[in-house]
């Protein structure tokens, strides 16, 4: 598992009962085919409603460098971050090295 580091920030409000974070993923090692598993317990949720990714940092100097991240993922208990390839443009192959790159998650939840 790649995902070394999750830092909720303070709770906003949003309308209703659901709180809105925007988190710190710092990830390292190696990527997880199809994406590395975000639970909403590490976003300090019992359940995510939305979450949307933007890169943050990038490992630009690697083989296999990291262009960009997205969500997948029916909301719940978890959801993935997936990590696109900037030289080819497809999503990474597992076991490629993700050491240093960094997301924000917008996420919505519980």
């Not at 639970?39 to 409603?49: D, H, N, W």
């Not at 690697?62 to 262009?67: K, L, N, S, Y």
């Amino acid at each position: 598992m790649a995902v070394s580091t999750v830092t909720p920030t303070p709770k906003t409000t949003v309308p209703g009962k659901a709180k809105q974070k925007v988190a710190t993923i710092v990830l390292s090692g190696t990527y997880t085919a199809e994406g590395e598993i975000i639970t909403a317990k590490q976003l300090g949720f019992r359940r995510i409603v939305t979450a949307v990714a933007t890169l943050a940092g990038s490992n630009a100097t690697e083989a296999t460098p990291v262009g960009d991240c997205w969500i997948t993922g029916q909301p719940g208990k978890e959801v993935k971050l997936r990590l696109l390839n900037s030289k080819t443009g497809a999503e990474l192959a597992g076991g490629v090295t993700v050491a240093g790159v960094k997301a924000e998650v917008i996420c919505t939840g519980f």
